[in-house]
């Protein structure tokens, strides 16, 4: 009922930048939260920053003061702005969004989807 189709991952030499994107489409009625996890070969999916409709954020203390979410809720979007990527960065990077949808079957019920992942490599 809600897809997430994320894109702007890729490889990057450290200190470099990269923008995220992620659009949500389908019968969607709200979204609440949108967010990026990732997941480091061999490690546990981990959150890297969360933005609330009224853009209240949250960024794991790992990536604060170089990584920015953002959103446009109009266009049911967020982006995940990278800067000063670091080796230690490189990750697959998931898109997520919780909210509501509506269907004619069931009225409004609420939805937590992913994106498939985007691979972010940063490396020399």
């Known amino acids: 009922q809600v897809q997430l189709v994320e894109s702007g991952g890729g490889l990057v030499q450290p200190g470099g930048s990269l923008r995220l994107s992620c659009a949500a489409s389908?019968?969607?009625?709200?979204?609440?939260?949108m967010g990026w996890y990732r997941q480091a070969p061999g490690k546990q999916r981990e959150l890297v920053a969360a933005?609330?409709?009224?853009?209240?954020?949250n960024h794991a203390d790992s990536v604060k003061g170089r990584f920015t979410i953002s959103r446009d809720n109009a266009k049911n979007t967020v982006y995940l702005q990278m800067n000063s990527l670091k080796p230690e960065d490189t990750a697959v990077f998931y898109c997520?969004?919780?909210?509501?949808?509506?269907?004619?079957?069931?009225?409004?019920?609420?939805?937590?989807?992913w994106g498939q992942g985007t691979l972010v490599t940063v490396s020399s």
């Open positions: 933005i609330t409709t009224s853009g209240s954020t």
């Open positions: 389908g019968s969607i009625f709200s979204i609440y939260t």
């Open positions: 997520t969004a919780v909210g509501t949808y509506y269907s004619d079957t069931y009225g409004h019920s609420g939805f937590e989807a």
